[in-house]
């Protein structure tokens, strides 16, 4: 936590309020570091409405778990999640000093608990943060849910001066009497935890810093292959910029080509051979020069460089030249070095410029720990297949402790010189997915407010097409899908031709990360 918010508590906790077991600590992480791995706590202000159960009708239960033992057993399960804990059933605390507290905190704070019945408090799950109720068992269920979920009640029968917008709000439920079996006791719990971890995955995107070297005109401008009577608005590349930090707090860290060129000059290439040789070490088979190798290596390096510098924890990259000459042979495409170098130690890159697709990325990695896939997406309604073909994908699909998949570096498919040893025939990656996996084809819509999502299960496409492997891009991700209505959601004009894909089946994850980050989600295969 930093040194303001600190202060803030110590001036608020001076004048009103106290808790025995409030657990604020600080953050291990300087602004000034690295930022890959190393994130600051994520800070939930937790309400405690009540002592865990309706104790009048019926007495006491048998056994209870309180709420400092529930506290205990949610922080042990919650790795640098800081808990600023009030509890409303303390006199010394009141809901009047916990909106007031909450209020002047809402800066600092990532997302608000509130456990046990509500008492009519609406208004504290309605504070534009993401918001998690937690409703225990057998407590009177005076829970607006239908409110929480759209943000109206349009019939309502009690009238008042109180307008609530759509909120972020997910719900869960605890057994806090412990008349449930384990089982299910053990059920609601992990789905508290997960969703309490939504949070924290929100808070690691919040701390993003994408640097971009690309030389075009426009963000993402090669995605959005739409109707040529149409353009980019002129101001397009600084309101998505803007729109993009405002809603989820992603920086763009742009860096001008010159930059890159001038870095990569300058980069070891004994350094660059050493990468190189690892690479092809571990390689299935290689076909491309040994020479272009080298180059995509020590590209990477450049890309390392200055996203150190620029203090990134992840990188966007349209280059395809090596000194800016023009020339065919100063051509490259680094995804080897962004699939190989980069995913492989957790920092997720693309080689492409489209901020959606590596905020989708980034979000798949902080939920599952996985990398993803980016490709150009093509829909066969006859096969009911969807295909994501480009010239690389993560050789880790599954995460830095799952199975690596066997890879082979080629020459890039777009080159010219393609199928040669000479200079600008530059490097692609041919990766086989694996066969009947599940598999989350998604995008964030950054513009939109949106997620798209659709889902299928991977397939071996050497049995639906001939000569697979010589057809366009280098690797082809394939999967049986509800393939029509995918089609029928496809607008190149409004969401672009690219996506991400990952494996294991995300929709309901992605559904309720939308939840929390105030996105809508558009299930397209539906």
């Known amino acids: 936590m930093n040194t ?14 106290t808790c025995n077991y409030a657990t604020e600590k600080n953050s291990s992480l300087n602004k000034g570091t690295e930022k890959v791995g190393e994130y600051e706590n994520t800070q939930i202000y937790t309400v405690f409405m009540s002592p865990g159960g309706h104790f009048g009708t019926g007495g006491a239960p048998e056994s209870l778990t309180t709420n400092q033992e529930l506290l205990l057993q949610i922080q042990t399960e919650c790795n640098r999640i800081d808990f600023i804990v009030r509890d409303i059933t303390n006199p010394a605390i009141s809901i009047e000093n916990v ?25 504290l799950a309605f504070t534009g943060l993401p918001t998690i109720y937690v409703y225990n068992l057998f407590e009177w269920m005076n829970v607006p849910h239908k409110l929480f979920t759209t943000g109206e009640e349009e019939e309502s029968i009690l009238v008042g001066d109180t307008e609530y917008q759509k909120g972020k709000i997910l719900t869960a439920e605890l057994d806090r009497r412990n008349v449930c079996s384990s089982s299910v006791r053990e059920k609601m719990f992990e789905d508290l935890i997960y969703k309490i971890k939504l949070i924290q995955t929100i808070r690691k995107l919040k701390e993003s810093r994408i640097l971009v070297v690309a030389p075009h005109q426009y963000i993402a401008q090669v995605d959005y292959q739409g109707d040529r009577q149409k353009t980019f608005p002129e101001n397009y590349n600084s309101l998505y910029t803007n729109t993009l930090k405002d809603k989820l707090g992603v920086e763009l860290v742009q860096v001008n080509p010159e930059e890159f060129y001038e870095m990569y000059k300058e980069t070891s290439n004994k350094e660059a051979e050493k990468i190189a040789e690892k690479w092809i070490e571990e390689a299935q088979s290689v076909t491309a020069a040994k020479s272009e190798i080298i180059r995509t290596a020590k590209a990477y390096l450049a890309f390392e460089i200055l996203r150190k510098k620029y203090n990134c924890n992840a990188v966007s990259t349209h280059m395809r030249s090596l000194t800016g000459s023009g020339k065919v042979n ?22 492409q410029n489209y901020p959606n697709i590596l905020v989708t990325q980034l979000l798949g990695y902080f939920l599952t720990g996985r990398p993803s896939m980016l490709g150009d997406l093509m829909i066969d309604t006859r096969n009911s297949v969807a295909i994501l073909t480009h010239c690389g994908a993560p050789i880790n699909p599954y995460g830095e402790n799952g199975n690596r998949v066997p890879y082979s570096i080629t020459t890039h498919a777009e080159s010219p010189l393609r199928d040669t040893q000479d200079p600008g025939s530059a490097t692609g990656l041919h990766i086989e997915w694996p066969v009947g996996e599940p598999v989350t ?5 950054v513009m939109h407010n949106k997620i798209g999502v659709f889902t299928g299960k991977t397939v071996d496409g050497h049995l639906l097409y001939k000569n697979l492997d010589d057809i366009m891009c280098r690797t082809k991700l394939i999967a049986r899908i509800e393939a029509k209505p995918v089609q029928q959601h496809f607008s190149p004009d409004e969401y672009g031709i690219h996506r991400a894909a990952t494996l294991g089946d995300l929709r309901e994850k992605i559904k309720d990360l939308s939840i929390l980050i105030g996105f809508d989600v558009m299930e397209t295969d539906k």
């Open 330 to 351: 100063d051509r490259f495409w680094p995804g080897l070095g962004l699939e190989c170098g980069f995913k492989t130690r957790g920092i997720q890159a693309i080689c």
């Open 441 to 445: 084809f998604w995008k964030v819509y």
């Open 99 to 123: 909106y007031h507290e909450l209020d002047s905190l809402k800066e600092y704070i990532d997302g608000v608990l509130i456990i046990g019945e509500l008492h009519g408090e609406y208004k």
């Open 4 to 17: 303001k918010l600190n202060l803030l508590f110590i001036i608020i906790f001076s004048v009103s309020i």
